[in-house]
């Protein structure tokens, strides 16, 4: 009987609260692709394990939409890294593990799992525990110790524009919002708001999970909607996108799109920082005094500017490009055949 129970296990969530969202899922899904695709593995052979209670059940509605092995987790309060989690991973033994979410890896936890699994790789992880992993990839959280296994940058971004092929007309009065999968500060509504103060007509495209709480806004732009199916064609087509510091950012950056940042969390408006630094995007905090002013005069800006959009696509592409993207597919690759074996 063969000791190990799938050829790929991923552990990650989403969920609608804070610092979780849908972000490591949906990379966690972009890389199980790309291991379908280039190992032609069959869908039984890839397993996700997530919590599924309570805010947590976000994750089983978007893994409906794939055909791949879903444990769940009944657990909504299991704590990551911690000896009860350890345990759920021991019952699914796998060739490779791929773990994904923010926080602190500890000794206790990879000493009992490190037997069960013949590669691990660690993603987003803070701690130095990273060592003892085969792989770590740091492409959003930076401010971690540098090891000979770990890679650490936006070189090493993992996002779902890895299967864009067709070019798509965008349409300048396309306006893509997206402020992760738990909008926390509720920037969706103040954006709407702001918007419904430019002078002119505008579409206003809007992930699905928040329109319960837009419906009853009043507007003079036309509110489309969105879900996780249509997110890139959306994003494509729209002329700006408004969206917070996580996975979206990028996927803006890499789309080569007029982008207004407004970040949520710390390691959003870190990472923001960075790339307003190369002048790629517009950073703007909610929590500014005259953020209402800021925001109308900076969006009329880059909506009506054409002169810089050339040099804005240059700056853009040294940040996130295909070229940085499939070389950190080649990594994951190799780890992959390493575990082969």
């Keep these: 009987m063969n000791f190990f129970k799938h050829k790929v296990l991923f552990r990650c969530d989403a969920a ?57 987790i009944n657990n909504s309060k299991l704590k990551t890294n911690s000896i009860n989690e350890a345990k759920y991973l021991l019952k699914h ?57 770990s890679y650490i940058g936006f070189n090493y971004l993992i996002i779902p524009t890895l299967f864009i092929k067709k070019k798509i007309k965008v349409v300048k009065k396309n306006i893509f919002l997206f402020f992760g999968g738990y909008d926390k500060k509720n920037i969706a509504i103040s954006v709407i708001k702001r918007l419904n103060t430019i002078p002119f007509k505008l579409n206003i495209f809007v992930q699905t999970n928040l329109r319960k709480k837009i419906q009853n806004i009043s507007s003079k732009n036309n509110i489309f909607f969105f879900n996780h199916e249509n997110y890139l064609k959306t994003l494509r087509s729209s002329n700006i996108a408004i969206t917070a510091g996580g996975m979206g950012l990028f996927d803006g950056l890499y789309l080569n799109k007029k982008i207004i940042c407004i970040p949520q969390y710390k390691h959003q408006e870190i990472n923001a920082k960075k790339v307003s630094i190369k002048k790629a995007i517009n950073l703007i905090k909610i929590e500014h005094k005259n953020f209402k002013n800021k925001f109308n005069k900076l969006f009329l800006k880059i909506y009506k500017s054409k002169m810089k959009e050339k040099r804005l696509i240059i700056i853009q592409k040294k940040i996130v490009n295909l070229s940085k993207l499939k070389k950190t597919s080649k990594i994951i690759f190799n780890s992959y055949e390493k575990s082969k074996y």
Excluded at 32 to 43: S, V
């Design 16 to 72: 609608d609260i804070p610092e979780v969202g849908t972000g490591h899922l949906y990379r966690c899904l972009t890389i199980a692709q790309l291991l379908k695709k280039k190992f032609r593995l069959k869908n039984e052979d890839i397993a996700f394990i997530v919590k599924s209670r309570n805010h947590y059940k976000k994750s089983l509605k978007i893994l409906s939409f794939y055909k791949f092995k879903v444990i769940k």
């Design 93 to 149: 033994p796998s060739k490779l593990l791929i773990l994904d979410r923010l926080g602190k890896s500890n000794l206790n936890f990879f000493n009992l799992i490190k037997n069960s699994f013949k590669i691990k790789i660690i993603i987003d992880d803070s701690s130095k525990i990273r060592k003892y992993f085969d792989l770590s990839l740091n492409p959003l959280i930076q401010n971690v110790p540098k090891f000979k296994n």
